[in-house]
């Protein structure tokens, strides 16, 4: 069964960086896209960015690119987003989930919430 | 960016009522358009990928249709279990983008 399972998130002041992480099981971890998906409280779904499966391409959102830096570690079958200059906006459900486009599943999520 | 914009916003309907939904590209996506349910609380889960294949245990209640610009989910006899907000999702191009979601409540 795959399982994506995102953790690190968690309150930060404005300005501040914030690194999450997605355990991945139960696919060859290696031979896929990879995506993150936010969702900002009571608000529809944000696409934020997407890896290729080597890691040598990545694409972001007009609104992260320059702050956030995704990545991962095949030999560890991990998924992170770096999160630098967080404000008030980055508030919202940060989601994993496997491929680069029809995305499926996706991990229960991880809260980050901006705020002084 | 392609504007993808889903109506209505909210449907009412009753279990076993049929519910058809939209999705409108800014530009044409051609077959490049997905649909996720999502359920309180949960993360959202595909249905249908380039606009008419379900997804790996999706039931055959779901289908959908479309290409270009203009896209339909139906769901053909609303399950207790679909009361939900939907979602739909293009890949043809960078970046991706979701409509603003389609809510099925219960009338």
């Known amino acids: 069964e795959v399982q994506l399972l995102e953790s690190g998130g968690g309150l930060v002041q404005p300005g501040g960086s914030l690194r999450l992480s997605c355990a991945a099981s139960?696919?060859?971890?290696?031979?896929?896209?990879m995506t993150w998906v936010r969702q900002a409280p009571g608000k529809g779904l944000e696409w934020v960015s997407t890896?290729?499966?080597?890691?040598?391409?990545?694409y972001y959102a007009d609104s992260v690119k320059g702050r956030f830096t995704i990545s991962r570690d095949n030999s560890k079958n991990t998924l992170y987003l770096q999160m630098f200059s967080l404000t008030a906006e980055d508030t919202a459900e940060y989601y994993c989930?496997?491929?680069?486009?029809?995305?499926?599943?996706w991990g229960q999520g991880t809260l980050v919430t901006v705020s002084s | 960016e392609i504007v993808l914009t889903q109506s209505p916003a909210t449907l009412s309907l009753s279990p076993g009522e049929r519910a058809t939904l939209s999705c409108r590209a800014s530009?044409?996506?051609?077959?490049?358009l997905a649909w996720y349910q999502q359920k309180p609380g949960q993360a959202p889960r595909l249905l249908i990928y380039?606009?008419?294949n379900r997804a790996t245990g999706i039931p055959a209640r779901f289908s959908g249709s479309g290409s270009g610009t203009d896209f339909t989910l139906t769901i053909s006899s609303l399950e207790p279990e679909d009361f939900a907000v939907y979602h739909c999702?293009?890949?043809?191009?960078?970046?991706?983008?979701f409509g603003q979601g389609t809510k099925v409540e219960i009338k």
């Open positions: 139960g696919f060859t971890f290696s031979t896929y896209a």
């Open positions: 890896i290729s499966n080597s890691g040598g391409s990545a």
């Open positions: 989930a496997k491929g680069g486009y029809n995305l499926d599943p």
């Open positions: 999702q293009q890949r043809s191009n960078w970046p991706r983008t």
């Open positions: 380039d606009a008419s």
């Open positions: 530009q044409s996506v051609s077959s490049y």
